[in-house]
């Protein structure tokens, strides 16, 4: 049955990269059987300028009869002095929270060929392949109480919860339990259970759940080793989990163990699997409609699509392997460029990976 792709180009690159997403996906159709149906809508700034919302409900309810969402970036400085309710960030958070993507899934993934673009040893960081789940509608981001009140003393007090329930804590760790049954198997829970009764809540679940994954090795760590383990030995790990707040910190730390922004997928996912795919960087107006931008973080966020929400993993492998094979020859753009290899810009890069993938299927 042909399954149904929301796409969602936005602002800035977004543009570009996801006309590179699109050819793939016509090659996965046309050359792979691949049954898929895609629609275009707008979110962010580009949606604004032509409704006055950045999360139209024409793309709100696409998004929802959709079986994957994929997204470009959003934002500018062109929306930059617009109210805080209508700017185009508004409308990925409005997304997020409409279909209630609980888990966000973001890979720090270096391709041995680029590991010169670590700031990192190359040895320590060269094939790093490992993925962080980050609870992402939870925690102490949406805790209640939350403020910043007045004392009669005249000084001011600031407050935020971290609150998490067990349903909240058992559907994360579900997730994670999956992710890392189709990966190396091996899940390293991250919490603060020593000081955060919370956490100790965190851990006890994880514990629970573990009696229904056996084939997956389930371990435990501390927030604050978890970022020294990061940096001293990132091969280490394979899965990682860990609540709102910790997730936020330690992917981005993850994401630069690689060096390359351009590189890095992300999935949000709910509990129906339904996911939004999306590079991590924003819409770098810096380079915006120069045709220069890295496509490979959107290509890979399909493949992301097709491992997540459209039980393709075969062809997702193909995808990866396509990448590499790129990377292989001495293509780059800028942003991953090193001495000896050959610049190239957004399209031939797209054009490259599409050959690759035929040329895999011989
Ligand atoms: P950014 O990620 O857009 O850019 C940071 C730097 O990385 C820039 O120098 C840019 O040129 C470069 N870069 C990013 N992606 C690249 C790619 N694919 N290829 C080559 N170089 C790339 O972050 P920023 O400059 O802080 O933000 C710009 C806008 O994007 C802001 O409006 C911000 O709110 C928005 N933003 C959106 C998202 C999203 O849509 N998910 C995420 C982050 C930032």
């Excluded at 392949?129 to 939870?138: A, M, P, S």
């Excluded at 860990?242 to 981005?252: C, E, V, W, Y």
């Excluded at 996912?269 to 939004?276: H, I, K, V």
């Amino acid at each position: 049955m042909s399954k149904n792709i929301a796409i969602l180009p936005g602002d800035g690159i977004g543009v570009e990269i996801v006309a590179e997403a699109c050819k793939l996906l016509d090659c996965l159709r046309d050359d792979f059987g691949l049954q898929v149906e895609t629609d275009e809508a707008l979110i962010g700034g580009s949606a604004y300028d032509a409704t006055g919302t950045p999360l139209p409900d024409a793309t709100l309810e696409l998004c929802r009869e959709a079986d994957a969402i994929l997204l470009g970036a959003v934002g500018g400085p062109k929306w930059e002095p617009l109210d805080y309710s209508v700017r185009p960030e508004r409308g990925l958070l409005g997304l997020r929270a409409e279909l209630d993507l609980f888990a966000n899934l973001r890979p720090a993934i270096l391709y041995p060929q680029l590991a010169e673009a670590s700031s990192l040893k190359a040895d320590i960081v060269a094939g790093l392949d490992i993925l962080i789940v980050r609870e992402l509608t939870g925690g102490i981001y949406f805790g209640q109480p939350r403020g910043v009140e007045e004392l009669p003393d005249g000084q001011k007090r600031g407050y935020n919860t971290l609150v998490y329930s067990t349903a909240e804590i058992e559907r994360i760790g579900r997730v994670a339990f999956e992710t890392a049954q189709k990966r190396g198997k091996r899940l390293c829970s991250v919490d603060k259970a020593n000081v955060l009764e919370v956490t100790e809540l965190w851990r006890d679940v994880m514990t629970g759940l573990a009696g229904d994954y056996p084939d997956v090795e389930l371990s435990h760590m501390y927030v604050d080793n978890a970022a020294m383990q990061l940096v001293r030995a990132p091969k280490q790990f394979d899965v990682m989990v860990t609540t709102n707040m910790f997730g936020d910190i330690l992917s981005d730390c993850a994401a630069m163990l690689t060096g390359s922004i351009g590189m890095l997928p992300s999935a949000s996912l709910n509990a129906e699997n339904c996911g939004m795919y999306e590079p991590i960087h924003g819409s770098a107006p810096d380079i915006a409609g120069q045709g220069v931008a890295n496509p490979l973080a959107t290509l890979l966020s399909v493949a992301m699509m097709l491992r997540y929400s459209l039980g393709e993993a075969e062809l997702a492998a193909r995808i990866d392997r396509a990448v590499s094979a790129v990377l292989d020859q001495g293509l780059r753009t800028g942003d991953i460029m090193s001495d000896g290899m050959r610049q190239v810009g957004t399209a031939e890069m797209g054009d490259a990976v599409v050959a690759a993938l035929r040329a895999d299927a011989g």
